[in-house]
């Protein structure tokens, strides 16, 4: 069965740092997505993406946070100048298509940990 | 009031035994409906769609309620790797919205 994958598993950084996280998606997939779960807290929206361009974003998604599909298969997140309060789940999900049932598969997500 | 509210539990059944999950949403113009579960620091997975013709799935049962905004999930003889966190979602366009989770422990 096809999967999202996400790299690394876990990601140890120090404040301040810029750290990337790596999403392949399900290959025939369209529309991708990032969201943050911290730790015993609910899952958060954080953007979507879809034909080479952001389609929406939370207020969580501020300026220290980008995303690109630098190539045909990854899919990236990029958080500048990271905080201790970014230490969280980070998942990665794609789906065919948003209008008909949007059903997102999530990668087993990153586990960041920012010191 | 939260977009997406739930029971957070936990439920502790006994293995056979029937359970029942509710969820509220807040906005009227949500689109799609899903629970999805989660076990203990895994990714969610996708339970199921609902429905408003309300959906079953096997034990799996799921309810929609639009002019209520009210969703549900029945479990019936719920089995011991039923153990998760089951998490309501709503979508609005591209946007996801989760619920915290119900907790349900299944025991022996």
């Known amino acids: 069965e096809p999967e999202v994958t996400q790299t690394p598993s876990h990601q140890v950084t120090q404040m301040g740092q810029e750290v990337i996280l790596r999403c392949v998606p399900i290959?025939?997939?369209?529309?991708f997505y990032w969201y943050r779960q911290i730790l015993g807290q609910k899952v958060e929206f954080l953007v979507s993406?879809?034909?080479?361009?952001?389609?929406?974003k939370s207020e969580i998604f501020d300026d220290q946070f980008s995303v690109e599909r630098p190539d045909g298969s990854n899919f990236t997140l990029k958080i500048r100048s990271t905080k201790l309060e970014d230490s969280a789940m980070y998942f990665c999900?794609?789906?065919?298509?948003?209008?008909?049932?949007?059903?997102?598969?999530f990668g087993a997500g990153t586990r960041l940990s920012v010191l | 009031r939260k977009e997406v509210e739930q029971d957070p539990g936990p439920f502790n059944v006994p293995e056979g035994a029937t359970v029942a999950f509710n969820c509220t949403y807040s906005n009227s113009a949500s689109q799609s409906f899903f629970w999805y579960r989660q076990d203990c620091r895994k990714e969610p997975k996708l339970l199921m769609s609902v429905y408003s013709s309300g959906n079953e799935d096997g034990r799996f049962t799921a309810q929609l309620n639009r002019a209520s905004q009210y969703i549900s999930l029945l479990i019936r003889d719920s089995k011991l790797s039923d153990s998760a966190t089951y998490l309501c979602v709503v979508r609005i366009n591209n946007d996801m919205r989760f619920g915290a989770g119900t907790r349900l422990t299944v025991k022996p």
């Open positions: 993406f879809y034909n080479n361009e952001i389609s929406e």
């Open positions: 999900a794609s789906s065919r298509d948003p209008l008909a049932k949007n059903i997102q598969y």
């Open positions: 290959s025939n997939h369209l529309y």
